[in-house]
Nanobody, 124 residues
Framework: QVQLVESGGGLVQAGGSLRLSCAASGRTFSRYPMGWFRQDPGKEREFVAAITATGGITDLADSVKGRFTVSRDNAKNTVYLQMNSLKPEDTATYYC?????????????????WGQGTQVTVSS
């Protein structure tokens, strides 16, 4: 059983920055890739970023590339999403998730544990 807890969301002006954290329980954190997704009410959950188990490979959605970075600290069982140059269209609930397989993926069905989400609101 894995528990994921996101934090770091909030209200920020356009152009600002936030860093989201996702703390994981359990001893297997370092074995699996992790992902970040976001969702607006009434819309599908969309891929934002993913990182391999060792952190050596990352994948970012085109909409956030150049503004967001994903990283992890396996000693702290934590994955991060650094968000810079935020735009109003980045407003959403952000979720972290644990990957099922050993590779990064944009398919939300290939993640088996999810956090409760943290709200990010970007004002114009």
């Amino acid at each position: 059983q894995v528990q994921l807890v996101e934090s770091g969301g909030g209200l920020v002006q356009a152009g600002g920055s936030l860093r989201l954290s996702c703390a994981a329980s359990g001893r297997t954190f370092s074995r699996y890739p992790m992902g970040w997704f976001r969702q607006d009410p009434g819309k599908e959950r969309e891929f934002v970023a993913a990182i391999t188990a060792t952190g050596g490979i990352t994948d970012l959605a085109d909409s956030v590339k150049g503004r967001f970075t994903v990283s992890r600290d396996n000693a702290k069982n934590t994955v991060y999403l650094q968000m810079n140059s935020l735009k109003p269209e980045d407003t959403a609930t952000y979720y972290c998730a644990k990957g099922v397989y050993s590779w990064t993926t944009r398919n939300l069905h290939e993640y088996d544990y999810w956090g409760q989400g943290t709200q990010v609101t970007v004002s114009s």
